[in-house]
C-alpha cells in the first residue's frame, strides 16, 4: 500500500524567552501531511497495511519538520492525527504507531523516550492539541507542552492528517522542578 502525501502544511511558533528565562526562543514546529484513508466508508479489520505504509509517511513528515526546525537541534517531540468523519479513529492510530515514529526518533538522532500522542474523528477544520515531551526522558517535566494545530479544509471525510511536533526546548520560564535536561541519564526512556 502506498499513501502518498496529497498536502503538508508546516506550522512555526516562535516565543521569544523573558526577562527571567534568557534562553534561546522556543521554536515549536507542527507539520500535518494528509493522506487518503483506504478504508473511509469501511470497518478495515486488517490494518496491517497501513501501519506498514506509515514508514515512509514518518520519512517525509520528519525531513521536513527537521528542516523548519533548523538552526535548532531537537529537544522534545509529539505525534497524532485526525480522520475524517467516513474514517474510523482506529485508522488514524494505525499511522502513528512505533512503525511512523522510529524514523521520527532516527532524525532527531536516536531518541530514546516513547512519544506522546493524540488522535481523534473530526469535520475539516477541527483542532487538536499534540502533547510534547522530552525525545529522551519522560521525567523531565519543564518539556511537558504542546501544540494546537489546526488543518483549514481538512481532513475531508474520506482523508487522514497526521500529525509531527517538534520543539526545540522546554517552556519558556518553566520552574516546577523536577527532572532537569542536563541531568538526563538517558537509558531507559524515563529518566
Same mark, same amino acid.
Given at each position: 500500500?502506498? *499513501?502518498?502525501?496529497?498536502?503538508? &502544511?508546516?506550522?512555526?511558533?516562535?516565543? !521569544?524567552? %523573558?526577562?527571567?528565562?534568557?534562553?534561546?526562543?522556543?521554536?515549536?514546529?507542527?507539520?500535518?501531511?494528509?493522506?487518503?484513508?483506504?478504508?473511509?466508508?469501511?470497518?478495515?479489520?486488517?490494518?496491517?497495511?497501513?501501519?506498514?505504509? %506509515? /514508514? /515512509? !509517511?514518518?520519512?517525509? !513528515?520528519?525531513?521536513?519538520? +527537521?528542516?523548519?526546525?533548523?538552526?535548532?537541534?531537537?529537544?522534545?517531540?509529539?505525534?497524532?492525527?485526525?480522520?475524517?468523519?467516513?474514517?474510523?479513529? /482506529?485508522?488514524?492510530?494505525?499511522?502513528?504507531?512505533?512503525?511512523?515514529?522510529?524514523?521520527?526518533?532516527?532524525?532527531?538522532?536516536?531518541?530514546?523516550?516513547?512519544?506522546? %500522542?493524540?488522535?481523534?474523528?473530526?469535520?475539516?477544520?477541527?483542532?487538536?492539541?499534540?502533547? +510534547?515531551?522530552?525525545?529522551?526522558? *519522560?521525567?523531565?517535566? %519543564?518539556?511537558?507542552?504542546?501544540?494546537?494545530?489546526m488543518l483549514p479544509e481538512g481532513p475531508q471525510p474520506d482523508e487522514i492528517a497526521v500529525i509531527i511536533c517538534?520543539?526545540?526546548?522546554?517552556?519558556?520560564?518553566?520552574?516546577?522542578?523536577? &527532572?532537569?535536561?542536563?541531568?538526563?541519564?538517558?537509558?531507559?526512556?524515563?529518566?
Amino acid at each position: 500500500m502506498k *499513501l502518498p502525501v496529497l498536502r503538508c &502544511l508546516t506550522i512555526v511558533d516562535e516565543a !521569544l524567552s %523573558s526577562e527571567a528565562d534568557q534562553g534561546p526562543p522556543l521554536r515549536k514546529v507542527a507539520v500535518i501531511g494528509v493522506v487518503k484513508n483506504p478504508f473511509a466508508g469501511q470497518f478495515g479489520a486488517d490494518l496491517a497495511p497501513m501501519i506498514a505504509a %506509515s /514508514e /515512509e !509517511l514518518g520519512q517525509t !513528515l520528519s525531513r521536513v519538520a +527537521l528542516a523548519a526546525m533548523h538552526p535548532y537541534s531537537v529537544a522534545s517531540y509529539g505525534k497524532g492525527g485526525i480522520v475524517g468523519l467516513n474514517g474510523q479513529q /482506529e485508522h488514524v492510530n494505525a499511522l502513528i504507531t512505533t512503525t511512523f515514529a522510529t524514523p521520527l526518533r532516527d532524525a532527531v538522532g536516536g531518541a530514546k523516550a516513547w512519544i506522546s %500522542s493524540f488522535t481523534k474523528r473530526a469535520a475539516p477544520g477541527a483542532a487538536i492539541d499534540i502533547p +510534547l515531551a522530552h525525545k529522551d526522558a *519522560l521525567y523531565v517535566r %519543564s518539556h511537558y507542552d504542546g501544540m494546537t494545530v489546526m488543518l483549514p479544509e481538512g481532513p475531508q471525510p474520506d482523508e487522514i492528517a497526521v500529525i509531527i511536533c517538534i520543539a526545540n526546548r522546554g517552556r519558556i520560564d518553566a520552574r516546577v522542578g523536577g &527532572l532537569r535536561a542536563e541531568d538526563i541519564v538517558g537509558q531507559d526512556g524515563l529518566h
